[in-house]
Nanobody
Framework: QVQLVESGGGLVQPGDSLRLSCAASGGIIVTNLHMSWFRQAPGKEREFVAVIRPGGSGTSYADSVKERFTISRNHGKNTLYLQMNSLKPEDTATYYC?????????WGQGTQVTVSS
């Protein structure tokens, strides 16, 4: 059974950093697949944040997070990460990891990030 479990969210002040994790299991090998982060703020649609491609194929980011967020993964821990620096109040949202695997789309349950002074 495929599982994606996010963690690492919390309440931080503007300018702070957080690292989100997404632990994968049930056949998902994070280094072999396109793995993505999305976020959804209250009253808004879910939006793309970042993607990391299989092997060494690179990464892409939403313009709103470029130069501040970094997506990465650890093969041994089979975990996807999102390092978020210089956080802004507009980064407040529930963050989700996503993978497309064997014809199906899988999402984690989400982790809440709140940026407020």
């Amino acid at each position: 059974q495929v599982q994606l479990v996010e963690s690492g969210g919390g309440l931080v002040q503007p300018g702070d950093s957080l690292r989100l994790s997404c632990a994968a299991s049930g056949g998902i090998i994070v280094t072999n697949l396109h793995m993505s982060w999305f976020r959804q703020a209250p009253g808004k649609e879910r939006e793309f944040v970042a993607v990391i491609r299989p092997g060494g194929s690179g990464t892409s980011y939403a313009d709103s997070v470029k130069e501040r967020f970094t997506i990465s993964r650890n093969h041994g821990k089979n975990t996807l990460y999102l390092q978020m620096n210089s956080l802004k109040p507009e980064d407040t949202a529930t963050y989700y990891c996503k993978v497309f695997y064997r014809g199906n789309e899988y999402w984690g349950q989400g982790t809440q990030v709140t940026v407020s002074s």
